[in-house]
């Protein structure tokens, strides 16, 4: 369905700016004037975010309906890799990519329940399989793609690509997502 393939692409996005960073790693210290260790903290910083943020965002976001909380947190994505793209120092960059993996932790446990809930009865294994291939084919082909965009262009160009994927999941999730509505809230020990 259309709506999954929203899910893939979402998923495309969120993969393609947690690894792709190692890429264009060199380029980015470089251009910052900052070693490639300190810009080392860019891959953390965002890892840091999206471990921390994924189950407390699981458990607060759960009670919404899947499609405005998928959507919002895209948008939020995709306006912090426009904001990485523009980022005038080594210190906005790191805090944008911190807002990144935030958002990428609310987008990826929303995508995951989305599948679950709005799979056809026996489909659910397949519709997150699909959901979990976005992340793997985001390695093989949007990390290698936004590595030679960096190099042709500039790494700042890569995430105006990360941004604009993300932005058309938005846009297929918002006209193709079935109404999901939330669970009943639970609590992070649960």
């Known amino acids: 369905s ?14 393609t700016d ?5 890429g264009v790693l060199n380029t980015v210290a470089a251009d910052l004037g900052v070693t490639a260790g ?3 903290q860019l891959v953390t910083g965002f890892a840091f975010a999206f471990a921390l943020g994924a189950p407390v965002l ?6 919404y309906p899947r499609r ?6 895209l948008v939020f994505f995709a306006l912090a890799d426009i904001g990485c793209a523009l980022a005038p120092d080594f210190t906005a960059l790191l805090a944008l990519r911190i807002i990144a993996g935030l958002s990428a932790a609310a987008v990826s446990t929303t995508a995951f329940a989305a599948a679950a809930e709005g799979a056809s009865e ?10 979990t291939a976005g992340l793997t084919v985001a390695l093989f082909t949007g990390v290698p793609v936004g590595t030679w965009i960096a190099g042709a262009l500039s790494w700042r160009s890569t995430f ?6 993300a932005t058309l999941a938005a846009i297929i999730a918002l006209t193709a997502m079935p109404r999901l509505p939330g669970s009943t809230p639970g609590t992070l020990a649960q």
């Open 2 to 15: 259309l709506w999954l393939a929203a899910l893939f692409i979402a998923m495309l996005s969120l993969g």
């Open 18 to 22: 947690e690894f792709v960073i190692a």
């Open 38 to 40: 300190a810009a080392g």
């Open 58 to 63: 699981a458990v607060w976001l759960d009670r």
């Open 68 to 73: 405005p909380v998928l959507l919002g947190g």
């Open 122 to 131: 026996g489909k659910q294994g397949t519709y997150l399989s699909v959901v």
């Open 160 to 165: 105006v690509l990360i941004a604009a994927v």
